[in-house]
């Protein structure tokens, strides 16, 4: 099986099993092909919704309670009615995974959107019936090359948002700044973005939360204009855990620069090392000890 998309953070090993793979929308299902949503639709017309990505190992949903309450607090910031309790909208996503059969190496992408408009506009008040929901599972597995070589990354002039601006938090389908700080790395030679905060601290990369390590210490942004990333929170608990310093807290690309190591957390990568960060070198240049190490601690976890 070749990757797909090899040199992102996001990238997975292509499964053929995917081909046939069944899409829930509002509780009935599709083929791939025949999955849609209106294009009146306030997802589709300005990205007006919210989604999570969890992941399916060995028959247990990763860190569901953690997942469920995000979404859940994204929906309510914006007043969109779900149209589920929790445990309600999890039983939709067993519902989508027992219709394909699945039990293993899962990802699965959640979007609820505000639902159909009787025109395409920003009002939410011409909503003409309830919120959208739309499952997406696929069996995916993160990409091993990557691991082996580690990401490149480029500091976008794309800066991370501040919580009066747009609260990070809030895991909105509203991407924007993202994609264009991503193609501007991508436009650089590089995978992925590195973005600072509006004091010119570094915060995040553009989909991925960012860690460096310096000695034994993991230090990571101060979380105000970050994701509210759930495998970030998993890794330095992990790393405590393990009885070593987590410095969450402002630090500059100089002390980037003399870290140690550096890696990304997401949902579907995990722990993915970080190689070089604006064509310098970090470390040795390639995935060090301390990464495998938390990469450990991490896998322990998630297979607990």
Same mark, same amino acid.
């Given at each position: 099986?070749?990757?797909?998309?090899?040199?992102?953070?996001?990238?997975? &090993?292509?499964?053929?099993?995917?081909?046939?793979?069944?899409?829930?929308?509002? *509780?009935?299902?599709?083929?791939?092909?025949?999955?849609?949503?209106?294009?009146?639709?306030?997802?589709?017309? =300005?990205?007006?919704?919210?989604?999570?990505?969890?992941?399916? %190992? !060995?028959?247990?949903?990763?860190? +569901?309670?953690? $997942?469920?309450?995000?979404?859940?607090?994204?929906?309510?910031?914006?007043?969109?009615?779900?149209?589920?309790?929790?445990? *309600?909208?999890?039983?939709?996503?067993?519902?989508?995974?027992?219709? !394909?059969?699945?039990?293993?190496?899962? $990802?699965?992408?959640?979007?609820?959107?505000?639902?159909?408009?009787?025109?395409?506009? @920003?009002?939410?008040? #011409?909503?003409?019936?309830?919120?959208?929901?739309?499952?997406?599972?696929?069996?995916? @597995?993160?990409?091993?090359?990557?691991?082996?070589?580690?990401?490149?990354?480029?500091?976008?002039?794309?800066?991370?948002?501040?919580?009066?601006?747009?609260?990070?938090?809030?895991?909105?389908?509203?991407?924007? !700044?993202? %994609?264009?700080?991503?193609?501007?790395?991508?436009?650089?030679?590089?995978?992925?973005? =590195?973005?600072?905060?509006?004091?010119?601290? &570094?915060?995040?990369?553009?989909?991925? !939360?960012? #860690?460096?390590?310096?000695?034994?210490?993991?230090?990571?942004?101060?979380?105000?204009?970050?994701?509210?990333?759930?495998?970030?929170?998993?890794? %330095?608990?992990?790393?405590?855990?393990?009885?070593?310093?987590?410095?969450?807290?402002? #630090?500059?690309?100089?002390? &980037?620069?003399?870290?140690?190591?550096?890696?990304?957390?997401?949902?579907?990568?995990? +722990?993915?090392?970080?190689?070089?960060?604006?064509?310098?070198? +970090?470390?040795?240049?390639?995935?060090?000890?301390?990464?495998?190490?938390?990469?450990?601690?991490? @896998?322990?976890?998630? @297979?607990?």
């Amino acid at each position: 099986m070749t990757p797909l998309s090899s040199s992102s953070s996001q990238s997975y &090993v292509k499964d053929p099993r995917n081909d046939g793979v069944e899409i829930y929308v509002n *509780g009935e299902f599709f083929s791939r092909d025949e999955a849609k949503v209106s294009i009146f639709d306030a997802g589709f017309v =300005l990205g007006d919704g919210v989604w999570e990505g969890i992941r399916l %190992i !060995n028959g247990k949903l990763l860190a +569901i309670d953690e $997942h469920i309450d995000r979404i859940f607090e994204g929906a309510c910031s914006i007043q969109l009615d779900i149209g589920f309790d929790k445990a *309600g909208l999890v039983e939709e996503i067993w519902k989508c995974l027992r219709h !394909n059969k699945m039990e293993d190496g899962v $990802h699965i992408r959640m979007m609820i959107s505000r639902g159909r408009k009787s025109t395409p506009n @920003q009002d939410p008040r #011409f909503i003409v019936g309830g919120a959208t929901i739309v499952i997406v599972a696929e069996w995916k @597995q993160p990409n091993p090359e990557l691991k082996a070589k580690g990401l490149r990354l480029m500091t976008s002039t794309i800066r991370c948002s501040t919580p009066d601006v747009f609260d990070l938090r809030l895991n909105s389908h509203s991407r924007l !700044n993202f %994609i264009q700080a991503l193609i501007q790395a991508i436009n650089m030679g590089a995978d992925e973005a =590195l973005m600072l905060d509006d004091r010119g601290f &570094v915060a995040s990369c553009n989909s991925t !939360n960012f #860690f460096i390590i310096r000695g034994d210490e993991l230090w990571t942004s101060d979380g105000m204009t970050c994701f509210n990333g759930i495998t970030r929170k998993k890794a %330095i608990r992990v790393w405590k855990d393990a009885g070593l310093a987590v410095r969450e807290a402002p #630090f500059t690309l100089a002390e &980037v620069y003399s870290a140690d190591e550096a890696f990304c957390t997401g949902t579907l990568g995990g +722990i993915t090392p970080v190689a070089t960060i604006d064509g310098r070198p +970090i470390g040795t240049g390639k995935p060090g000890p301390k990464t495998a190490r938390i990469n450990d601690l991490y @896998q322990a976890y998630i @297979q607990g």
